[in-house]
């Protein structure tokens, strides 16, 4: 499919059955865009393409999986055609302190947010390049701007996608490509959700406290909304945006500025 502007793209967003990447998967179809989903629970996917025939489709794959990816990439292919816009959002966050951060942890937290968006990003580029077209807009986070503690596992995950976005984003930038990072506060999603339950299992604090205190990291004093995130990959993700390359944008009520 050509990338012109009247045919429809074709978008890949990983972690697209739930929270930010099902926002923005939604709000990628309501641009007329073709989406493709994935994620590891196959209900989940199904259950959010159904509602959108034609438009939606999902496949399962595990991002650590490079087998998985290439398969996976292959069904998107023959269902929409060459991958268009590529949405690298799955990721994890778990939390520990850094001694007790063990080996797997550190591995794991690696594994997901940042060799994920690596795979995946290798299985969508030569499509791109053959089309001298192609968006990749990783969904970094805040964490991958600056430091928090007991997170050291995953901001340094995080910093390794804002790297790799600015390091791609130069050696395609003459391509047609692309390639930037959202960076995300604190998000209304079950990654938030598991955040305020550990807080609450570790300090006792009530879930309405640890929720307010997640929310005063944010200078609007709330928490950011999926859709808030989806209409910034949205505005990437088209032609208007293609003097936008390498950035790393804060959706964060001004929490960060850089
Ligand atoms: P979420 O609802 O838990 O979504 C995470 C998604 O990633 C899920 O759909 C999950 O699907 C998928 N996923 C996790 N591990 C995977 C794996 N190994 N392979 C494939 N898919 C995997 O949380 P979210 O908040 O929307 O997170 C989306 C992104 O935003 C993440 O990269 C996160 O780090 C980032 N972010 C979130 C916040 C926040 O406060 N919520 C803030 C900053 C950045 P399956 O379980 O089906 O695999």
Redesign the pocket.
Known sequence: MAATDTAPRHALV????????AAIAQALVAAGMRVTI????PE??QALAARYPGQMQAVV????DEAAIAQAFARAKAGFGPVQVLVN?????HSAPFLKTDAALWQQMLS??LT?TFLCTQAALPDMLAAKWGRIIN?????GLVGYAYVAAYVAA?HGVVGLTRALALEVAKKGITVNAV?????E????RESIANVVAKTGRSVDEARAEFASGNPQGRIVQ?EEVADTVLWLSGTGAASVTGQSIAVSGGEVMH
Request: proline share 5%; charged share 10%.
């Open positions: 990983t972690g697209g059955g739930s929270g930010i990447g994935t994620g590891r629970r989940v996917l794959a595990d991002v650590t959002n799955a990721g994890q966050a997901v947010n994920g969904v970094a986070s805040t964490a995080k960076c995300p506060g604190y998000t999603t079950d990654i938030l999926p």
